[in-house]
C-alpha cells in the first residue's frame, strides 16, 4: 500500500509519501517530512484519522448570539457530524468562561467541548 498526503500539523504542508513496512517497528515506512510530526500524523491518518472540532454554539443573555467552542482533544473524523449534530442542539446561557465544559464527553468520545472565550 502506498499513499500520497499533505500534512497538516504545521503551516509548512509537507508532501509526505506513506509506504507499508512491515519490518519499521511502526508498521510503515514514511518519506518527505521536515519534522516528526509528519510520520505520528501520516500513520495516524492512515489507521486512525481525527481532528479537532472549533464552532459555536447558542448562548443566550450575552451580547452576543454565538460563543466559540472547541473540542479538549481530537475526535474520529468518522464522528464529525454526529459531534456537530449535538453541538448544533445545544444552548447555554451567560456568564460563561474560557476553558467551561460545554459538552462533556460529546458523542462518548471521551473529549469535552470547552468554551474558547468569556461571555
Do not use: Q
Given at each position: 500500500m502506498k499513499r500520497d498526503l499533505v500534512c497538516i500539523v504545521c503551516p509548512?504542508?509537507?508532501r509526505l509519501t506513506l509506504v507499508e513496512d512491515k519490518e519499521n517497528?511502526?508498521?510503515?515506512?514514511?518519506?518527505?517530512?521536515?519534522?516528526k510530526r509528519g510520520v505520528?500524523?501520516?500513520?495516524?491518518?492512515?489507521?486512525?484519522?481525527?481532528?479537532v472540532i472549533t464552532t459555536t454554539v447558542v448562548i443566550e443573555n450575552a451580547l452576543l448570539n454565538r460563543l466559540?467552542?472547541?473540542t479538549l482533544g481530537e475526535v474520529p473524523k468518522g464522528k464529525i457530524f454526529e459531534c456537530m449534530?449535538?453541538?448544533?442542539n445545544a444552548r447555554v446561557s451567560a456568564p460563561i468562561k474560557v476553558g467551561d465544559v460545554i459538552i462533556k464527553d460529546i458523542c462518548n468520545t471521551g473529549v469535552d467541548i470547552v468554551s474558547s472565550k468569556t461571555m
Amino acid at each position: 500500500m502506498k499513499r500520497d498526503l499533505v500534512c497538516i500539523v504545521c503551516p509548512r504542508g509537507c508532501r509526505l509519501t506513506l509506504v507499508e513496512d512491515k519490518e519499521n517497528e511502526k508498521g510503515y515506512a514514511v518519506e518527505g517530512n521536515i519534522c516528526k510530526r509528519g510520520v505520528d500524523y501520516a500513520i495516524k491518518e492512515v489507521t486512525n484519522p481525527t481532528r479537532v472540532i472549533t464552532t459555536t454554539v447558542v448562548i443566550e443573555n450575552a451580547l452576543l448570539n454565538r460563543l466559540p467552542v472547541k473540542t479538549l482533544g481530537e475526535v474520529p473524523k468518522g464522528k464529525i457530524f454526529e459531534c456537530m449534530e449535538e453541538i448544533n442542539n445545544a444552548r447555554v446561557s451567560a456568564p460563561i468562561k474560557v476553558g467551561d465544559v460545554i459538552i462533556k464527553d460529546i458523542c462518548n468520545t471521551g473529549v469535552d467541548i470547552v468554551s474558547s472565550k468569556t461571555m
